[in-house]
């Protein structure tokens, strides 16, 4: 036998019911009526993609219609990054059969960069 409460909290009452094997399934019902006729089917297009500045929004808008849509994307650039000068240390001539190796120092010209 199985019960439940009809509320959990207040227990007003519960009903209790015991559960048998599942019926055989029963036979198809009728085959409903056509529904209503959708929307035109729509065309939709990438007409432009805008980079605006990096403090700007992201924006996509529709400059055409419900069916033909035309869609304009606006997106901002990324922040400029840091600009890095290097020491090449050494270079060394080496034959062909041999990996050539170089040593790079990074000098970082940004505030707040590493020295």
């Known amino acids: 036998m199985d019960c439940k409460y009809n509320d959990e909290e207040i227990k007003l009452?519960?009903?209790?019911?015991?559960?048998?094997p599942t019926g055989p399934t029963g036979p198809m019902g009728q085959?409903?009526?056509?529904?209503?006729?959708?929307?035109?089917?729509?065309?939709i297009s990438v007409v432009s993609?805008?980079?605006i500045?990096?403090?700007?929004?992201a924006d996509v808008y529709n400059s055409g219609t419900d069916n033909d849509v035309l869609l304009n994307f606006v997106i901002p650039?990324?922040?400029?990054?840091?600009?890095?000068?290097f020491i090449i240390g050494s270079v060394k001539t080496v034959d062909s059969q041999t990996p050539a190796q170089v040593t790079i120092t990074p000098i970082y010209?940004?505030?707040g960069d590493e020295n």
């Open 13 to 20: 009452y519960k009903t209790c019911y015991v559960m048998g």
């Open 109 to 111: 010209k940004s505030k």
């Open 31 to 43: 085959i409903g009526p056509t529904g209503p006729e959708g929307l035109a089917s729509s065309k």
């Open 77 to 85: 650039r990324g922040a400029t990054g840091p600009v890095a000068n």
């Open 49 to 51: 993609t805008k980079t």
């Open 53 to 57: 500045g990096p403090d700007g929004e």
